[in-house]
Nanobody, 124 residues
Framework: QVQVVESGGGLVQPGGSLRLSCAAS??????MGWFRQAPGKEREFVAA????????YYTDSAKGRFAISRDNAKNTVSLQMNSLKPEDTAVYYC???????????????????WGQGTQVTVSS
């Protein structure tokens, strides 16, 4: 079993930046993803990184603004979020998918382990 803990959320003004972190008990062999869920909406995919950090994939709304990265030596995954918009407001979740492959999935059902989430609020 993999324990996943997110941190780094908070309140930020539109146009600002936040860096979310995800600490896992192990990242070995796992692709990692970030998802988010806004009030009244379904959980949606944001970004993913392959087990070796070579491949990344983003939802269209995150492309050019967000960057996912991982440090396998430290068992951490980060999501750098820039040019934040009010519509980015949500609870952000980090998740692990056992997949030693360059192919990434955006389907939440493929991710076996999840953190409790961290709140991101973008508001003036």
């Amino acid at each position: 079993q993999v324990q996943v803990v997110e941190s780094g959320g908070g309140l930020v003004q539109p146009g600002g930046s936040l860096r979310l972190s995800c600490a896992a008990s192990t990242l070995r062999g796992y692709a990692m993803g970030w998802f988010r869920q806004a009030p009244g909406k379904e959980r949606e995919f944001v970004a993913a990184v392959s087990w070796n950090g070579v491949n990344t994939y983003y939802t269209d709304s995150a492309k050019g603004r967000f960057a996912i990265s991982r440090d396998n030596a430290k068992n951490t995954v980060s999501l750098q979020m820039n040019s934040l918009k009010p519509e980015d407001t949500a609870v952000y979740y980090c998740a692990a998918d056992y997949r030693a492959s360059p192919i990434l999935t955006t389907d939440a059902k493929d991710y076996e382990y999840w953190g409790q989430g961290t709140q991101v609020t973008v508001s003036s």
